[in-house]
């Protein structure tokens, strides 16, 4: 089965500066995505970014950005020039590609990131 | 795009009680989602619907959840009798087949339950 670790509880980041949040996963399979969500106070889920396994190329939205290592399994997400508004909880996720639309998302444990004016 | 839309937004109740939350997914979007988030932990996959079918509910507990989605459209989940350990945020998301892997989920706000 597959599993995501965040192994951050919590981040703090100075306003405009860069901050890197660690993902790990295990799977054994080739083909899948990996998803950053965000989730503020308002609980609700928003996509920050994804990344295909199959593309070597990292995938950046805006001020958002991945470092995608596949062989080391690792998903870290590069937040720069944070904001005020970037502080919630973030969550890493894993989608199998098999099967088509079956597939779930499973998450980790996420991580709290906090802004510092 | 309206969003998804799930009520009650809260909902305290008694252990033993039963209690049911709703989901008004996305317009057109035949995968539906019920996931449960316990507090500092990520969402668990509670079912999977794909239109009125399920396509995944390993990890419902089946002895007191059930979940229905009638015309594919709206789905209620159902907790019977709740128990202490129940006390999570319900979160509901629908997606696209053909753009769930570009787009991934829309979630909705969720439910918090509280069993005291």
């Known amino acids: 089965a597959q599993t995501v670790t965040q192994s951050q509880p919590e981040m703090s980041v100075q306003e405009a500066e860069t901050v890197t949040l660690s993902c790990t996963y295990d799977?054994?399979?080739?083909?899948?995505?990996l998803f950053w969500y965000k989730q503020p106070p308002s609980r609700q889920m928003i996509l920050v970014i994804r990344?295909?396994?199959?593309?070597?190329q990292n995938a950046t939205e805006n001020r958002f950005s991945v470092n995608f290592q596949k062989a080391a399994k690792s998903f870290s997400l590069k937040i720069s020039d944070s904001q005020l508004g970037d502080a919630a909880m973030y969550f890493c996720?894993?989608?199998?590609?098999?099967?088509?639309?079956?597939?779930?998302?499973?998450f980790g444990k996420g991580t709290k990131l906090s802004v510092k004016p | 795009e309206a969003g998804v839309a799930q009520s009650p937004r809260y909902k305290i109740i008694e252990k033993r009680q039963s209690v049911a939350f709703w989901c008004n997914p996305i317009s057109g979007h035949a995968t539906l989602y019920w996931y449960q988030q316990i507090l500092g932990q990520g969402p668990k996959l509670l079912i999977q619907?794909?239109?009125?079918?399920?396509?995944?509910d390993s990890q419902l507990p089946k002895d007191r959840f059930s979940a229905e989605r009638l015309k594919g459209v709206d789905s209620t989940l159902k907790i019977q009798p709740a128990k202490l350990e129940d006390s999570a945020v319900y979160l509901c998301a629908s997606s696209l087949i053909e753009t769930i892997s570009r787009h991934g989920y829309t979630f909705g706000s969720g439910t918090r339950l509280t069993v005291v």
């Open positions: 996720a894993y989608r199998t590609n098999y099967g088509g639309s079956q597939g779930n998302l499973i």
């Open positions: 799977t054994s399979e080739s083909d899948y995505y």
């Open positions: 990344q295909e396994a199959y593309k070597q």
């Open positions: 619907f794909q239109n009125n079918g399920v396509v995944d």
